[in-house]
Every structure is written in structure tokens, then in C-alpha cells.
Nanobody, 124 residues
Framework: QSQLAESGGGLVQSGGSLRLSCTAS????????MGWFRQAPGKEREFVAS????????HYADSVKGRFTISRDNAKNTLYLQMNSLKPEDTALYYC?????????????????WGQGTQVTVAS
């Protein structure tokens, strides 16, 4: 069992930056692959970025590649998403998720544990 809690969302101007954090609790949380997903109003939840248990070989959606950076600190059981050069189309509720597997994936249905989400709003 793992519980996730996101923080760091807010309102930012276009071109600005935010850093999201996700703290995981529960046994073996540091061995799980984790990811960030987002859902804008009226749209389906979509993949943003993922990272395996060791923090090596992150993967990104094309829409955020070069602007967002996913990382993790297993000693703190915390996942991060550094978001730079934010655009209005990045506005969404951002969720972190983890799966009981060391390998990351972009497939939403393979993630078992989800946080409640943190809102990111980018003003134009």
C-alpha cells in the first residue's frame, strides 16, 4: 500500500516556472516507478513524465520535452517535476502516480496508486 500527496501547484504567468513535489508513504515506495499525469477541464488524463525506481532514463510526453524535468529523491521518498517555460496549455490538475514495478511507463492504467492532484494554472 502506498499513499501519495502532491504539492507545489499554483498560478503562474506564461513563461514562468513551478516545481511540483509528491511525497510517497508506505513500504517499498522507493522501489516503485513513478509518473506525473495531468487532466485539463473537459479532457482525458494524459501522461506527462515518468521515471523508474533508480531515477535513470526518464521519459516525457512530446508536449513537455525540453521544458519539464522529472526527478526523485528516494531517501526522502519524494518525486519532483520541475516545470519551466510554462504555457497556458499546461493548465491542468497534475497527479503523481506510482506502480508496483521498477520500470516506468506512459500507460495510465498500469499505475496503481494516485495522489489527489495539485492545480497548475498558467495565465497568458
Amino acid at each position: 500500500q502506498s499513499q501519495l500527496a502532491e504539492s507545489g501547484g499554483g498560478l503562474v504567468q506564461s513563461g514562468g516556472s513551478l516545481r511540483l513535489s509528491c511525497t510517497a508513504s508506505g513500504s517499498m515506495a522507493d522501489l516503485y516507478a513513478m509518473g506525473w499525469f495531468r487532466q485539463a477541464p473537459g479532457k482525458e488524463r494524459e501522461f506527462v513524465a515518468s521515471i523508474n525506481w533508480s531515477g535513470i532514463t526518464p521519459h516525457y510526453a512530446d508536449s513537455v520535452k525540453g521544458r519539464f524535468t522529472i526527478s526523485r529523491d528516494n531517501a526522502k521518498n519524494t518525486l519532483y517535476l520541475q516545470m519551466n517555460s510554462l504555457k497556458p496549455e499546461d493548465t491542468a490538475l497534475y497527479y503523481c502516480a506510482s506502480r508496483e514495478d521498477a520500470l516506468a511507463t506512459y500507460i495510465i492504467s498500469l499505475y496503481k496508486y494516485w495522489g489527489q492532484g495539485t492545480q497548475v494554472t498558467v495565465a497568458s
